[in-house]
């Protein structure tokens, strides 16, 4: 299993802010700059499911799989013989929200899939996190 974990720390928004900002994920192409769109029908719960479209990509399934308001949320993405694994944890301390994303690959052939796709959005996770917050801001 690869796995990687990448966390900050701000002041500038709220755990209800932040997951206000990723429920509504019909409108995630409006911060995410990555992709061309996100599309949801119905709530933003465990065992529902989206399409993303990468920029330049496929659209993609991820499902839900484990949600709960303004804390945390889990989704996987199932590749041929891989699957990911993406955590986002909102939590508060002395210091302000602390944000912290987690992503882990699974599977025979998630070498492939580390190479492809989850490195870069490892790789990325620093920039889209202050996007993340310079958007939940504004609700």
Do not use: C
Request: glycine letters at 4%.
């Amino acid at each position: 299993m690869w796995q990687r974990t990448y966390s900050t720390v701000t002041t500038e928004v709220t755990r209800e802010q932040l997951w206000k900002l990723f429920a509504d994920v019909n409108n995630w192409h409006n911060w995410d700059t990555n992709i061309e769109f996100a599309k949801i029908d119905g709530r933003f719960e465990a065992g529902n499911s989206f399409i993303l479209r990468p920029k330049g990509g496929p659209d993609v399934k991820i499902k839900l799989l484990e949600t709960i308001e303004n804390n945390k949320y889990i989704d996987v993405t199932n590749f041929p013989l891989a699957k990911m694994y993406d955590e986002h944890l909102f939590e508060d301390t002395p210091e302000g929200v602390k944000i912290t994303n987690t992503i882990w690959v699974t599977g025979v052939l998630s070498f492939i899939w580390v190479k492809l796709v989850a490195q870069k959005i490892v790789d990325d996770t620093p920039t889209d996190m202050q996007k993340q917050i310079a958007a939940a801001k504004k609700l």
